[in-house]
């Protein structure tokens, strides 16, 4: 093998790393946001939690929609004070004024980020995509805890405040939802 081709071998190996790599990073960035509550990832629970302190936080509800999301979509109420390690039920309406059925998909979020790893959701309408039918409203429901270890996060012990933060896309309907809106074929033969 010549130095060229020896180079060009050498390149051609880093360049497939590099791109392999690549496609190793979104999922391995989000298991780290979701194991350490980085850039406001919350964590996920099946139960609430088995400790409940004394101490409160105030919990503020946020909602928007991405441009061109024909839904009108908010938080019921703004805001809720709640002890540590206490579930809170908290619900969104979203609403479909269009004459069209329209699917949506949450994205979300908490701020500050250092409460991102203790805010822990039970269960949430984010978890799956939402499919409204022209005129629909609907209430949806977040079920959530802020974990008690917070108190003991050498940042996270100063939050006194958090604000959860939804927003909502457009997606594309799910075939079956596509095929039950398409017309009705005729069975005549030419």
Known sequence: MTPIQKTAAQLSAVALVMVSLSFAAVPFYDWFCRVTGFGGTTAQASA???????????????????????????????????????????????????????????????????SGGYFTKIDCFCFTMQVLQPGERVLMPVTFYVDPEIVNDREGKFVKVITLSYTFHETDLPEDEQAALAPATSGAVN
């Open 48 to 114: 609430g939690s088995d400790v409940i302190l004394d101490q409160t936080i105030t919990v503020r509800f946020d909602g928007s929609k991405e441009r061109g999301m024909p839904w009108e979509f908010r938080p019921m109420e703004r805001q809720m004070e709640l002890r540590l390690g206490e579930t809170g039920l908290a619900f969104y309406e979203a609403y479909n004024p269009t004459d069209r059925v329209v699917a949506g998909t949450a994205s979300y979020n908490v701020t500050p980020d250092a």
